[in-house]
């Protein structure tokens, strides 16, 4: 495990919150048959659509209040929107997420679901199917490569988190072929997109990259297109207002002829917010 005494206190927080869920995991182990998250984001390619994992994200420990709506509602308004894939948080104290809810999400859709949360130990992968689990090389520290294997002896997909170029080579060593830059530095919570430009040129070809965080507006995705991400992980965006539109925005951003001042069908969705703040401080 790294030395965690640089990390923003709401971060230490939900990791020892972690931990002792990790001691509640489930008798027996899950056996998932997984929906291919890069078959997912071929199709939506080969749909004129940029691959987008939209994040079901009902509050955060930087976000005022909690959005109550129900969640499946939200995850089929993603979909609608062309969502190629959702992620769901299950952390209950600090993102408003729970496994019952991903569970009902995953019933309700046809797309892969990511499972966000904090997995530190072997029996949290227990607590709830998903097509794709998240590990945080951070946070995981020296037990990536066992944590990996458990995750894939259960059927899972797993898509290792990194935020810099060691934690990137730990996650090449362990054998990941899904990466995600979370361009959110976990310390001060402050979100950089050149975090992921920095990062991607490191990655082999081979292996499916994902731009994580801070991504608001149509020009955020095509830079980060541009730096290298198959594909993208957006919440707070999507969250806000109209997920179906907001979906649509991002999912379109690289549809021919742009979505530059047009809104050919009229859902006000591509008005080409490029001015959003992407030093904002929220998770
Ligand atoms: O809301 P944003 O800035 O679009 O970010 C989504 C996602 O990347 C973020 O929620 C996230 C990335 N890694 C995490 C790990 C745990 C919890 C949350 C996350």
Redesign the pocket.
């Known amino acids: 495990m790294e030395d965690q005494t640089e990390l923003a206190p709401a971060v230490r927080s939900i990791l020892s919150a972690a931990r002792d869920r990790a001691a509640e995991g489930r008798s027996g182990e899950v056996a998932v048959e997984p929906r291919g998250l890069r078959a997912a984001f071929d199709r939506a390619e080969a749909d004129g659509r940029v691959p987008v994992i939209a994040?079901v994200?009902p509050t955060?420990p930087t976000t005022e209040g909690t959005r109550e709506d129900d969640p499946v509602a939200l995850a089929e308004g993603m979909v609608a929107g062309g969502a190629a894939a959702l992620s769901v948080?299950t952390?209950p104290a600090h993102?408003g997420g729970s496994t019952d809810t991903l569970e009902r999400v995953r019933e309700a859709v046809d797309v892969p679901v990511l499972r966000?949360d904090?997995v530190v130990a072997e029996a949290q992968l227990d607590a709830v199917e998903s097509d794709v689990v998240?590990l945080?090389a951070r946070f995981v520290g020296d037990d990536l490569p066992d944590l990996l294997a458990a995750a894939r002896d259960r059927g899972f997909q797993v898509l290792v988190?990194v935020h810099d170029r060691d934690e990137l080579e730990r996650a090449l060593d362990a054998g990941a072929t899904l990466v995600g830059v979370?361009n959110?530095d976990l310390a001060e919570l402050v979100?950089d997109l050149g975090t992921f430009e920095s990062v991607a040129p490191r990655v082999p070809d081979d292996v499916t990259l994902i731009a994580?965080?801070?991504?608001g507006s149509p020009a955020d995705v095509r830079r980060m297109r541009a730096a290298g991400a198959d594909a993208l992980?957006?919440?707070?965006?999507i969250m806000d207002g109209d997920v179906e539109a907001n979906t649509r925005e991002l999912v379109r951003a690289e549809a021919r002829g742009g979505a530059v001042g047009s809104d050919a069908d009229g859902d006000g969705a591509n008005d080409e917010s490029d001015t959003r703040d992407t030093t904002e401080t929220?998770?």
């Open positions: 994040e994200k955060s948080l952390e993102f966000k904090f998240l945080i988190e979370n959110r979100v994580e965080s801070g991504i992980l957006v919440g707070s965006a929220s998770t």
